[in-house]
């Protein structure tokens, strides 16, 4: 089936074109059709992107060109706003494919052509070698069963290689080969069926229970070979040494011996400059004296029949920042700052709070300055794929736009509204000479219906159940569709679930990203993260080979049950972390809504976040006090909200409510740097959603993402707001303690009142809290709390507090906080 791909966003200069034949100008109108240039076969590896200026492979420059691109099966391909074809393989496939591609001028005149397309000629059949260490066929025999048998349990025997470990070579083609390994006691008369819990890759069928450890005779999931197209060499990094004292890497790729013959050529480079680093027989390359902040080595080699094996891409990190030592800005990049106006184009939504608003990349980049001065070391951005034009029904009785990033209509092609890759590639470049790290959103739970694999392959989503249908939220929620316009993926299948991942790993070497914001988790089977996980560890970490970059993952469980968030987080399940939602509805209850105690004992803030962090305990949480999709701290704070979990975004009429205003009072406000001040002195990586460092008023989704503002836009209480989180994140940059400190209480049991001191390598940080309208004094010991120092400063007001012997005492006025920092020992 043939995928027609267009970028819409060539549309206007289509219309401009016409406009300009009819007044005269010359240009295409009365010309005969474009004349395609004679185009050369394409030979490409699998899994490697390969890009096409098609503007160059027509014979004379014309107005208002427009490119539409339909593959055959086994190639996908996608055209940009600038013309630019975008060619990758299906997982899985080699072999022979083509692409007919479409020009038409802005007067309409047509011309069409093929382009031919291989991707990686194969050898045939590769052999792999499984190994598995048995833990309950006794005296008996293991087997293997898989797709390659046709999941006999009997049929391909594995041969014992001594201490319990077993062994077999399989014959296979490229491709994803799901397996499991049957151990059989003959004693016993049992056999027992598991997966192997030291493959990196996994595949679940409907009905799974999760078990990463692949107990024998479990429920499990299926474990998966991933086989590469063996007629090519590979590149293995096997060594990997990342020096951030000294400033130098050590990297060695080795190419198989038998494989060397096939070479033409080889190139390696540091920061997109060439290194001498091809040894002959693989690459070997040191370097030293780096400059702290962020590199990337890159290693390719062509064939002597011109095609390209995957390459390596190895980014990494001289600075000694770490994400727990962090905090994170989430850019909703529609709604954050227009930087460029050229681009703006409505979607002709019912209302405006639902259409494009004119934010844009170019916008992110003009606003650096303001990220930085906010102590920002992490950039969270809206996902950057293609979204579908035009408005499309939803709740409230409005019509909405894909302004959020959430609808993807393309699988390589950025959204228009927000800039072209050019320009996301210099926001990335802008934030990493800042020495800020810059993380995406990841969508891959569905897809928008005109995108090109559903087009190309329906047999790939599940059938259509609304989320929103009975509960169907918490029933099925793996299979069912947010929206009818939006097919749920069937990641049960093995070729979505080794597309889809493929795919962000595309988007990841490419972007020089680091890191990702997963949505939708637990929309997701499990084997989409444990694959996920394993790609990174073994594409962009490099963690076999001594690499030790962090590719931070974090994923969205909207949830407060621990146990199911904890079940997708770990080297096992896949991802880094996610973000905390059990911790984010004790701090709007207890800074927003005065439902819980600070310190006063059981289901305090004192004791959820003890809990938090005993049952996400070495995970790197990222904590919040705001979201895109809950309803914002300040209108917590103003009693604007019934819930603590929030209203309806629709009004009594059954519309969309009038967009909520500022409160006009300091209260909440007050409120709010209260718990900015918890926020960013706990453990985790704290996120600041854009606008909640002014208090930002808005209802629930989309009145919860009004258009930024900014500079003399802000109310006096805003400003304060800003200063406050602006001094927080500049001393969180400073003082390590305030984020992985030892923690020791200071000061508990009071509803109102809670203090507690940080610690680490002799950096010491006391924090204050009173939410109270009276004014408190509060005065203990140093020496219990691990803190030996004579003078604090705190770093909200500047003032100086001495100790008196052991003895701190402190002037906390009402609905306040301080955060004291070490000064005298």
């Known amino acids: 089936m043939k995928a027609r791909v267009l970028s819409a966003r060539l549309q206007p200069a289509r219309a401009l074109c016409a406009l300009f034949a009819l007044g005269g100008v010359s240009g295409c109108c009365g010309r005969d059709a474009p004349t395609w240039l004679a185009l050369e076969p394409v030979v490409m590896a699998p899994d490697v992107r390969q890009a096409i200026a098609l503007g160059d492979k027509v014979a004379d420059d014309r107005p208002g060109l427009s490119f539409v691109a339909e593959p055959e099966p086994g190639v996908l391909a996608s055209v940009d706003q600038e013309g630019t074809l975008t060619l990758l393989s299906e997982s899985g496939f080699t072999g022979a494919s083509s692409v007919h591609l479409i020009a038409t001028d802005g007067c309409g005149n047509v011309a069409e052509t093929d382009l031919d397309v291989t991707v990686g000629v194969s050898g045939g059949r590769c052999v792999e070698t499984v190994t598995y260490a048995a833990r309950g066929a006794g005296t008996g025999q293991v087997f293997i069963a898989g797709a390659f048998n046709e999941w006999n349990a009997s049929a391909t025997p594995m041969t014992s290689v001594g201490g319990g470990a077993w062994s077999v070579d399989l014959s296979l083609s490229p491709g994803a080969w799901p397996y499991k390994l049957v151990e059989v006691d003959y004693t016993a008369g049992t056999e027992q069926w598991a997966c192997d819990p030291d493959s990196d890759f996994m595949q679940c069928d409907e009905g799974y229970s999760w078990d990463a450890a692949c107990t024998p005779g479990g429920p499990s999931c299926n474990s998966m070979l991933m086989v590469p197209d063996c007629s090519l060499p590979t590149l293995d990094v096997t060594s990997l040494r990342i020096d951030r004292e000294l400033n130098t890497v050590s990297v060695t790729v080795d190419v198989p011996a038998a494989k060397l013959a096939l070479i033409s050529t080889a190139a390696a480079t540091l920061d997109g400059g060439a290194?001498?680093?091809?040894?002959?027989?693989?690459?070997?390359?040191?370097?030293?004296?780096?400059?702290?902040?962020?590199?990337a080595l890159d290693f390719s080699v062509t064939t002597t029949d011109g095609r390209t094996p995957t390459p390596v891409h190895i980014p990494f990190w001289t600075d000694d920042a770490t994400w727990q030592n962090g905090l994170m800005y989430y850019v909703f990049v529609d709604r954050f700052h227009d930087g460029d106006q050229a681009i703006n184009v409505s979607e002709g939504t019912s209302a405006a709070s639902a259409d494009y608003d004119g934010g844009d990349w170019r916008g992110v980049i003009d606003k650096m300055d303001y990220l930085e001065d906010l102590g920002v070391t992490v950039i969270w951005l809206t996902a950057p794929q293609d979204n579908p034009s035009g408005a499309f029904g939803g709740s409230c009785n409005a019509t909405y736009s894909g302004y959020h990033g959430y609808w993807p209509a393309e699988p390589f092609a950025c959204e228009g509204h927000f800039g072209d890759s050019d320009t996301l590639h210099e926001l990335v470049t802008a934030a990493h000479a800042r020495n800020m790290r810059v993380i995406t959103d990841w969508v891959a739970n569905h897809v928008e219906e005109n995108h090109p694999y559903y087009a190309a392959h329906p047999e790939w989503f599940n059938p259509l159940a609304l989320c929103g249908d009975a509960d169907n939220w918490n029933d099925i929620p793996e299979t069912c569709w947010f929206d009818t316009f939006l097919p749920d993926?069937?990641?049960?299948?093995?070729?979505?679930?080794?597309?889809?991942?493929?795919?962000?790993?595309?988007?990841?070497?490419?972007?020089?990203?680091?890191?990702?914001?997963?949505?939708?988790?637990?929309?997701?089977a499990h084997s989409v993260f444990r694959n996920f996980g394993g790609r990174v560890q073994n594409e962009i970490e490099f963690t076999d080979a001594g690499g030790d970059e962090d590719f931070y993952t974090v994923g969205e469980t909207y949830s407060g049950d621990q146990t199911l968030i904890n079940s997708y987080i770990g080297p096992e399940n896949g991802l880094d972390a996610q973000f905390d939602?059990?911790?984010?509805?004790?701090?709007?209850?207890?800074?927003?809504?005065?439902?819980?105690?600070?310190?006063?004992?059981?289901?305090?803030?004192?004791?959820?976040?003890?809990?938090?962090?005993?049952?996400?305990?070495?995970?790197?949480?990222?904590?919040?006090?705001?979201n895109h999709d809950v309803a914002r701290f300040i209108a917590q704070a103003s009693g604007e909200i019934s819930s603590l979990y929030g209203d309806s975004a629709c009004g009594s009429d059954g519309s969309l409510r009038t967009p909520d205003t500022p409160p006009g009072w300091s209260e909440p406000y007050d409120r709010l740097r209260l718990a900015w001040t918890f926020l960013l002195t706990s453990e985790g990586l704290p996120l600041i959603y854009y606008g909640d460092e002014i208090g930002m008023p808005g209802y629930n989704d989309p009145d919860n993402r009004q258009v930024m503002r900014f500079g003399d836009d802000l109310s006096a209480d805003e400003g304060d707001v800003l200063a406050h989180v602006q001094l927080l994140g500049q001393a969180r940059r400073g003082h390590p303690a305030m984020s992985t400190g030892r923690r020791v209480d200071w000061w508990e049991g009071e509803g109102d009142v809670w203090a507690y001191a940080r610690e680490?390598?002799?950096?010491?940080?006391?924090?204050?809290?009173?939410?109270?309208?009276?004014?408190?004094?509060l005065s203990n010991g140093l020496a219990f709390a691990g803190l030996s120092?004579?003078?604090?400063?705190?770093?909200?007001?500047?003032?100086?507090?001495?100790?008196?012997?052991?003895?701190?005492?402190?002037?906390?006025?009402?609905?306040?906080?301080?955060v004291l920092v070490l000064t005298d020992p």
């Open 489 to 524: 993926v069937n990641y049960y299948k093995t070729e979505p679930l080794v597309q889809l991942v493929d795919d962000s790993m595309v988007w990841a070497r490419e972007y020089d990203l680091d890191g990702y914001r997963v949505d939708a988790v637990k929309h997701m």
């Open 789 to 818: 120092g004579a003078r604090y400063s705190d770093v909200l007001s500047g003032e100086t507090f001495t100790a008196e012997g052991d003895n701190l005492t402190v002037a906390l006025p009402a609905m306040s906080s301080r």
């Open 760 to 777: 680490v390598d002799g950096d010491e940080v006391i924090v204050l809290l009173n939410r109270s309208d009276t004014d408190r004094t």
């Open 581 to 626: 939602f059990p911790l984010y509805w004790a701090i709007v209850a207890a800074f927003g809504r005065d439902e819980i105690g600070l310190s006063n004992g059981e289901g305090s803030l004192q004791s959820v976040r003890a809990a938090t962090a005993t049952a996400f305990a070495g995970h790197t949480m990222s904590t919040f006090l705001g």
């Open 275 to 295: 290194v001498d680093a091809w040894t002959g027989s693989g690459f070997q390359y040191t370097a030293s004296n780096l400059s702290d902040g962020r590199h």
